[in-house]
């Protein structure tokens, strides 16, 4: 929580957060010569840019990966990183088509830190993205939930054991 | 707070919300004819639909004013909208100059309700803006953090009566 | 060639233009919910206004296919458009794999008319698109050149029997 | 004209180009700080490579001014850098609002060169904007048109005098 909760000023020690970028939609760029989608380097620096965020906020990349073709091994890592890291607030990028299982794998296990798993429906890099919405999102949801894992998506915030994808739809609910 | 720190299901009872517009670079838009910046209607709408939210929100524009041509009849509209309004989450959208006056109006003022105050250093119809990265923000810390009045800028939440706009560095920060 | 050249004013007798649109990487969209490039509408109608063009042009939507994935059939279709349009200035959007077999199609039948080809390596919709340079490009080959067959890429114009695609660049290049 | 039109094959010789950089709302940008629009460097490096332009073609910038401000000293500028250069072809950057004026100073004194002026309604930095289009063609047109001086805007050409801008409509036409 800010921490004026206890009569703190904010600022006085500001919480450092981490990004861990796991790939996804979020991150794709289109590959002219083949005439596909594919992942380079992610675009979580310049996306912090142009916010103009101000936050106390570290990148690490884990992967780069579609969620469709994560595995349970992947997942784990993710795991291990959110448990090792300093930071006590974090949010993650990730794919939206299993971010759920993903959430549900760190929901059973983190304690004592806020998670937000949130990801984008058009590559940022698209132009017409909903990524840098996600973004100013999640990293606010992640400043201001008490610890715990969520998803946050279209604006809202679940927790990870309420929460599914309509697939048809494109969009997140509570289950 | 989400209301499932009483064991409610966030959905349950969606809490309302409301973008209070008023103008500021947000919604500046270039004139080519004059090659002036100027206001049209607002780019709300099409930025809601950009970032997929699902929120339950309204939009009102209240008025298209650059803030530093804001009055202190202008920040008593603002104030007089946000204690008739039903919502008792509200983000304003507002011109960064002097947004940090009218936070003050508001937060001597108001109870009971969550208000959030945001901008953006560049217009959003020029690209490389702030804008979206804002917008989710704002919503975010609206429908997470307790009543009371604050900034949202630069990722970061501010309270009404410890922040302060830098004008060299073109950022918020507490005072 | 512009009716300056016989001493005739140019926009006395405006000559009316054809778009003819087949697709192509030009007008390809990217579904959100599958993850996949697709083709909808052309955004050829988007693309004139944003250039401010003034011609007098037409715009005729004859299919929306991958190049790759177009047979004698479909070039044949093209021919028989460019044979019996009214207009003798032509520009035809197309997909830049297959771009150099319709314009020979085109190039060993087509006389008294000037038709320009062009596509784009990115989608239009995807932002960092080379899309609205090779319309300028090809619409104004089009009121420039001789009759002929020709192709407009990378801003330079080829002969429909003296260029290949180098489809390791992904440009296109005098052969 | 192309060098095929005496049988030379059109790459052999390809003729150098030179785009020469004078302003006008092609290059201006967004200065947040003030929020006021400013030069800074040309975009004209980017542009090219956005629509991935294979042409042999330098950038030379003269000047950043809206032509609002232009002296008959800087056409002077203007017309001297034009004849002492070595191209034969020649794209000017230029604001639209006293083009017409340049064209004529040009027009009066150039010979054996094809001279295209153009620019922009909107920024090229604002999104949407009539930038690459106009490259594109004006590009196009000094490669085809004999030699002259002309206006390369909403995808047309103009001879230097028999063009007139219509303020009203923001367009370019026969005077």
Redesign the interface.
Known sequence: M?S??NGK???ARPDPMIIIVTGG?FDKE?N??A?K?FFKKTHLHE??E??????N?RVKTLMMI?SLHMTSRDRKRILDECIKSAEKQIVITHGT?TMVETAQVLGRKIKGKTVVLTGA???Y??????G??????????A????SGVYI????????WN?VKKN??K?????S
Do not use: H
């Open positions: 800010p004026w909760s000023r904010y600022n939609t289109y002219e010569l005439g989608l996306m912090l142009l916010g103009r965020c101000g936050l906020v579609d088509d429906m058009v590559p890099k698209f132009g017409s993205s909903d840098m919405f996600n973004l100013g999102s999640a990293l606010s949801f400043q201001s939930l008490p946050a998506m279209n604006g809202k915030c679940f927790r309420t697939k048809s494109g969009e997140f609910e509570e």
